[in-house]
């Protein structure tokens, strides 16, 4: 997963790769002060593969009513 980190000191933000699992980087590479994780809002999932729009969230079709009253 990437995170995004700021340093609330020198206002430097940037993007850390790493996994669920590890611990969170602690310092800033260039001042040596606290980093801390920003929360954004990611992409979501991703839908692959062929026609899932078109099979499953295709509208209905509208029915005409060529009737006059």
């Known amino acids: 997963m990437t995170y995004e980190y700021i340093c609330d000191t020198c206002k430097i933000t940037k993007e850390i790769r790493h996994s669920m699992s590890?611990?969170?980087p602690r310092h800033c590479n260039k001042c040596k002060r606290k980093l801390r994780r920003l929360i954004t809002g990611g992409c979501?999932?991703?839908l692959k593969g062929e026609g899932f729009f078109v099979n499953d969230y295709k509208k209905p079709k509208e029915v005409k009513d060529d009737c006059e009253i």
């Open 44 to 46: 979501g999932f991703i």
């Open 22 to 24: 590890d611990d969170s």
